[in-house]
């Protein structure tokens, strides 16, 4: 953030002021200039004090009164939740700060992305197999969101789904199913859970206690944590 | 691949099948890789005479293969020290499956097949005379008297039956000469989870021999021997294999215990053809894969495949099925009972389903399917469902991401493509790679303000041999309660009857619903053990017929 004009715009005060008519002391006026150069970007309550050299109390002090005034705001950088960052009022925070539509006040926006997630899963469900477009233009006609989506969004949101398992890319062969789109363009179909109520296999390992055992590595034949005192055995084999 | 816990399930199988005598001097051939008699004799503290017993049921049940080195001179110490034993630790590793390789001979012939094979796991290897003998037996017990020429005609007949299936095979010599140049790097190799490197060296040792051991390629499956009727003459009980042979000569004491007749006339001996087994096996196991992840359509014709091309393809682990045109496919298809109601198209559309695309050869188009592919996929699903057990739904994605991609990927990318808080992909990440999940770098940019960069991704080869010594340890863990359970059975009824908490019957029906579970686990933890060890290994057999891979239908 240092990356900007440096010392020089700090020494020189401003004349024009197109900005509010409200009077500030010269340190307001310090910083809310430099607030405001780093326009949409938001800048860290230390990286102000290296900049104007100000002591921290008159830092603290008008940024507060700066607030009050209504000039600055502050919000929250995904990037570092911890670190106070402040933006001048006419500024949207920018995709980088706030992380982009997928989250809210800084934190990932989780219901409304498991919202978009069953969303697209029931498109492709209902459409046996889909393309990224199709998916997309379903949503855009469906009206169930006030958001515009981008394909690029949309794109994140079944490649997640992907990574889910709960569906799988398949090339086109313009077959059957695939008869509507063009062969060798990637779609996107429901996996194939051999009605396991929607779960994904268990493998031979997961099933048995020491698959997911966080103890496995300490477990000896004779050891302290062995087969036969194993708590986790014995919850299993109570019958 | 043989992992500290993959020799520690194997020498508790064979402790428990063999007692512990044996155990110790498998679990020494396995660890310190092929050793001679006197070495054996001085690293388990048995005396000669156990340890000779031990190798000739160990070979008996074909865990152990001896071999020697070629002489140069005079200079060695006389033959007795030349003699090579080595461990076989895949045969081990098949006693677990015994069950399952007589359910496919039990589905694919009749029960005379059966039985044959059944006596022939349980000895390990057997003379036709002692198949026709045991075959008597078994019709006495049944007490359905048979004339005995007929007997022996039956079992002759399942014997060349499972001859043609290979099912059966002729037992390898019992003592192959390889070459001496390698000599250096074999003794007293160190075979050890910490050495891979070692492991698979002593590995192609391990090839070489029974490359060398393995009888001639016609002959192996072949029923006529020079002299069937020395199978009258041949006299030796199979259950006391050890008692004979001990008193003989010293320095050959540990050939095969048919020994003293193989001087007069050939006997040959007989055995289960695991490499089949397991061919037939990793089959099943890619269809029943295509039939999860796919549907029946695909299922039904890849076994069509595999079916019409069982004959041409020779190695166990095939990468990718025989080349078949699709006329040929359809003829296969049409023969099995659920593939009658399949048309061309659908035939078509499911091999395009399999991942197979047409390959113009001639006039025709022809098809193979990726078996190693199929594998694959099964083995990332195995390995998936650990993750998302152990460590959760954000875990799985992120592993499945760096599964998929394959290369190093840096922490907010992957919080950013798998929708993980920022701030708990990190601790995620670091859980797994402390479990040796994965494998992280750090990068350390130098610029205005420096900063670092931790980067992360799936090592398969390692994870691999990571999940399977984890598998065979939860083998010997599942192993080891099922005999505590006994155990504390016993004990219990030991105990005076007013003491005994639950009736007897209580007592038994948790036995036995503890047993089940217990068991029917381990059955499938052999499955995923197949999955991640027998049907990965380059295969051993002879090349020659590879060459008929190439042939096309």
Redesign the interface.
């Known amino acids: 953030m240092s990356r900007l004009q440096g010392p020089s715009l700090l020494k020189r005060k401003r004349p024009d002021s197109n900005s509010p008519s409200v009077s500030l002391t010269e340190h307001e006026r310090l910083l809310y200039d430099l607030i405001q150069s780093k326009q949409d970007m938001a800048i860290w309550t230390r990286d102000m004090k290296r900049e104007t050299n100000l002591p921290d109390n008159v830092v603290t002090k008008s940024l507060k009164s700066l607030q009050t005034k209504k000039l600055i705001k502050e919000v929250v950088n995904i990037q570092n939740k911890g670190r106070k960052h402040y933006i001048a009022t006419e500024f949207e925070p920018s995709t980088e700060i706030t992380g982009g539509t997928w989250y809210a006040e800084g934190n990932l926006d989780t219901e409304f992305i498991n919202f978009l997630k069953k969303h697209c899963v029931k498109i492709i469900y209902e459409q046996k197999v889909a393309t990224l477009e199709g998916v997309l233009d379903t949503i855009r006609r469906s009206r169930a969101f006030n958001i515009e989506f981008t394909t690029q969004q949309v794109e994140e949101i079944v490649n997640v789904l992907v990574l889910d398992n709960e569906i799988m890319e398949v090339k086109s062969n313009g077959i059957g199913e695939f008869g509507s789109i063009p062969v060798g363009r990637v779609c996107y179909t429901c996996t194939n859970k051999g009605g396991n109520k929607g779960e994904p296999k268990i493998g031979a390992m997961a099933s048995i206690p020491c698959g997911v055992c966080p103890r496995i590595s300490l477990c000896t034949p004779d050891g302290i944590i062995s087969p036969k005192t194993c708590v986790y055995f014995s919850k299993w084999l109570d019958f | 691949m043989v992992t500290e816990y993959g020799i520690?399930f194997t020498v508790n199988l064979i402790n428990n099948h063999f007692g512990n005598l044996v155990a110790k001097v498998c679990e020494n051939l396995l660890r310190r890789g092929p050793l001679n008699l006197q070495l054996i004799v001085r690293y388990t503290e048995l005396t000669p005479q156990q340890v000779k017993n031990s190798l000739l049921i160990l070979i008996q049940h074909n865990c152990v293969q001896a071999f020697s080195y070629e002489q140069d001179g005079g200079l060695e110490d006389g033959p007795k020290s030349n003699t090579q034993y080595m461990a076989l630790f895949n045969n081990i590793l098949h006693r677990m499956r015994f069950s399952k390789f007589l359910e496919i001979i039990s589905r694919e012939f009749d029960d005379k097949c059966k039985e044959l094979l059944e006596g022939l796991l349980q000895h390990g290897r057997l003379t036709l005379k002692q198949m026709v003998e045991r075959a008597k037996d078994m019709a006495e017990r049944a007490k359905s008297r048979k004339i005995e020429g007929i007997c022996e005609d039956l079992v002759q007949e399942s014997l060349v039956k499972l001859l043609t299936a290979r099912y059966v095979e002729r037992c390898p010599a019992s003592e192959p000469v390889l070459a001496a140049r390698d000599k250096e790097e074999t003794p007293a190799k160190k075979r050890g989870p910490k050495s891979a490197r070692t492991a698979e060296e002593s590995q192609t040792l391990e090839q070489r021999v029974l490359a060398a051991a393995a009888p001639m390629g016609a002959q192996r499956f072949s029923a006529i021997t020079n002299n069937e009727s020395s199978v009258s003459r041949e006299t030796s009980t199979d259950d006391s294999p050890g008692m004979r042979v001990g008193a003989k000569r010293k320095y050959d004491a540990l050939e095969l215990h048919i020994e003293p007749a193989a001087e007069e006339e050939e006997v040959v001996l007989w055995r289960a053809n695991f490499e089949e087994f397991i061919r037939c096996l990793r089959h099943k196991a890619c269809i029943e894969n295509v039939r999860?992840?796919?549907?029946d359509g695909a299922a039904t014709v890849l076994r069509a495949m595999l079916e019409a091309t069982r004959s041409f393809e020779n190695k166990v682990k095939t990468e990718k099925s025989v080349p078949l045109s699709l006329n040929n496919i359809f003829e296969e298809v049409m023969k099995s009972e659920e593939g009658r109601g399949m048309t061309l198209?659908r035939v078509?559309?499911s091999l395009?389903q399999l991942g197979c695309s047409p390959s113009a050869r001639g006039t025709d188009e022809s098809y193979k399917i990726d078996l190693k592919k199929i594998i694959e996929l099964a083995q990332n699903?195995?390995?998936?469902?650990?993750v998302?057990?152990?460590y959760g739904?954000d875990a799985?994605?992120m592993f499945?991401?760096l599964s998929?991609n394959g290369c190093l990927v840096e922490t907010d990318k992957i919080a950013n493509?798998?929708?993980?808080?920022?701030?708990d992909a990190p601790k995620i990440l670091y859980k797994l790679w402390k479990?040796e999940y994965l494998h992280m770098e750090k990068l350390v940019v130098a610029g205005?303000r420096q900063s670092q960069f931790l980067l992360w991704k799936v090592n398969k080869p390692c994870l691999w041999k990571h999940?399977l010594d984890?598998?065979f340890?939860?083998a010997?863990?599942?192993s080891?309660?099922v005999a505590?359970?006994r155990e504390k059975e016993k004990e219990f009824l030991n105990l005076p009857v007013d003491k005994q908490i639950m009736s007897q019957e209580e007592r038994l029906?948790?036995l036995k619903?503890?047993r089940i579970?217990?068991e029917s686990?381990l059955l499938?933890?052999g499955?995923?053990f197949m999955l991640f060890h027998d049907f990965e290994e380059s295969s051993l057999l002879k090349l020659d017929d590879a060459i008929m891979l190439s042939h096309d239908l």
């Open positions: 520690k999860e992840r796919l549907d198209d078509r559309a395009v699903d195995e390995v998936e469902s650990i998302l057990k152990r739904r799985y994605r499945r991401l998929k493509t798998t929708f993980v808080e920022k701030k479990d205005a999940v984890e598998m340890h939860a010997l863990n599942l080891q309660r505590y359970e029906n948790r619903s503890v579970v217990l686990s499938k933890l499955d995923a």
